[in-house]
């Protein structure tokens, strides 16, 4: 009858009510001696695994260790106030088949197993995906051989069902779309990799995994305990204590592996890609993916024509350097940043042997009609007034100091100093198709990771 008239607490228990129960006065205490068992139950940020970075790649790998390891504690950090802030929620949306890779690399092998994963995961999580396919158009005869190899590269990939076409049947798929001939993909879709690595994050904790946001990694350091050797501290000197950490940082994976007293290389270099969207009301021009056949002078790829899942299209990208690891914009500026990357040698010497590369690309950047000429060679309907400034992200180019571009995965163990260094594992180069590979990724990831910690 007493505990009845008295406020609710959450968490007290019938032992809380109790002690109150037995006079008034002890009422006045009931909030103190609540927190204080609160307090004394929370748990302690120990952890049998901690995996940094909170993106397609990081929350793919959180999960499919902790489907493995059940009985482990593991926790996933993001430096963001929420998940797939960067790359994996700023990107085409593109499901990559895997023609472009090198047979037997990394990138090829990762990819073709990845989409496999990737639509089976997606139906399983009934995640909305078009697989509207892609075509690979040569609009000149320079192109056409440079796109036989690519057939002869796919092929070799084991990518499903793609097939050349001639004009008449690339009009049959894309009555808009222009070239002598082209390479059909019919499996490469697209989706929102934003709300995929999402749901990766909720099978996570529904498994048991802790996530922490706001916790940007400035520090690790080697703890007196023997069995939770790595302490891991962020800019507001919180601190999670872990036998083993999976770094997957993305634009900042560099800035990591240093920090564990990895070598600095490979050195990312941003590059901002910036899209048009095409408006509204022609959208109805294509109904597939439109890529351009791969220029081997050139570093990237070249603008391209994407349906996303939300219904609209985007054109583009280009790639210009970023002036800072996250410059999402011009005005996006971070001199520390920007000195680091001009200071070092292999950016420089890329940059003197694509300068005209770079130059167009910067102007395109700035003049839009430029941008909708590389899109006409493809639609030639499209016109500077049916397009309108659209979305940007941010590339994390590895590079090597002799200025070459690292185009496969690169994982790295390297011991660094003490425990730290032979406790982590860096996921040190993870671009596109990162996002398409991201399972497959996770569970070559999972066996790295039992096999060098002794799981």
């Known amino acids: 009858m007493i505990a009845s008239k008295l406020p609710s607490f959450a968490g007290a228990t019938k032992l809380q009510w109790f002690i109150p129960a037995l006079t008034g006065r002890y009422q006045r205490i009931l909030p103190v001696y609540c927190n204080f068992r609160r307090y004394s139950q929370e748990k302690q940020p120990y952890y049998d695994i901690v995996v940094i970075g909170g993106g397609i790649v990081g929350s793919a790998s959180a999960r499919e260790l902790i489907l493995r390891h059940p009985n482990l504690k593991i926790a996933l950090l993001e430096k963001e106030n929420r998940f797939a802030f960067h790359q994996s929620g700023n990107n085409s949306g593109v499901i990559h088949a895997g023609i472009y890779y090198k047979p037997g690399s990394l990138k090829a092998k990762l990819c073709v197993e990845g989409l496999r994963l990737t639509y089976k995961y997606l139906d399983e999580k009934c995640i909305k995906y078009s697989k509207c396919g892609k075509?690979?158009?040569?609009?000149d005869r320079s192109e056409v051989s440079r796109l036989l190899d690519l057939y002869e590269r796919?092929?070799?990939?084991?990518?499903?069902?793609?097939k050349m076409l001639d004009l008449k049947e690339i009009k049959e798929l894309e009555p808009h779309c222009n070239g002598l001939q082209a390479l059909w993909s019919p499996h490469t879709g697209i989706v929102d990799w934003g709300e995929v690595t999402n749901s990766y994050i909720s099978d996570f904790k529904k498994c048991g995994g802790e996530t922490y946001l706001n916790f940007e990694v400035n520090k690790f350091t080697e703890a007196e305990s023997s069995e939770y050797?790595?302490?891991?501290?962020?800019c507001k000197t919180n601190t999670i204590h872990a036998k083993y950490v999976l770094t997957c940082c993305g634009l900042h994976s560099d800035t990591v592996a240093v920090l564990t007293g990895c070598p600095e290389?490979?050195?990312?270099?941003?590059?901002?890609?910036e899209y048009l969207f095409l408006v509204p009301e022609k959208s109805h021009l294509t109904k597939a993916n439109i890529y351009p056949v791969p220029d081997p002078r050139f570093p990237f790829l070249g603008v391209h024509v994407t349906p996303r899942i939300d219904g609209r299209v985007i054109l583009g990208p280009n790639a210009i350097l970023a002036f800072c690891k996250e410059g999402y914009r011009w005005g996006d500026v971070n001199m520390k940043e920007l000195k680091d990357i001009l200071s070092f040698s292999g950016f420089r010497k890329m940059a003197v042997k694509y300068a005209g590369f770079g130059l167009k690309e910067m102007t395109r950047s700035v003049l839009m009609p430029l941008q909708v000429m590389q899109i006409q060679k493809y639609i030639q309907e499209i016109t500077t007034r049916?397009?309108?400034k659209g979305p940007a992200g941010v590339r994390a180019q590895a590079m090597a100091k002799d200025g070459t571009l690292i185009e496969d995965f690169v994982f790295d163990s390297k011991p660094g100093s003490g425990a730290i260094g032979s406790r982590v594992l860096h996921c040190r180069n993870a671009p596109s198709p990162g996002a398409t590979s991201s399972l497959a990724i996770a569970k070559m990831i999972a066996d790295k990771i039992k096999g060098e910690f002794k799981l």
């Open 135 to 139: 075509l690979i158009v040569a609009t």
């Open 154 to 162: 796919g092929v070799k990939n084991g990518v499903k069902d793609i």
């Open 229 to 234: 050797p790595v302490t891991i501290t962020d």
């Open 265 to 273: 290389e490979p050195k990312i270099i941003p590059f901002r890609g």
């Open 386 to 388: 049916d397009v309108e």
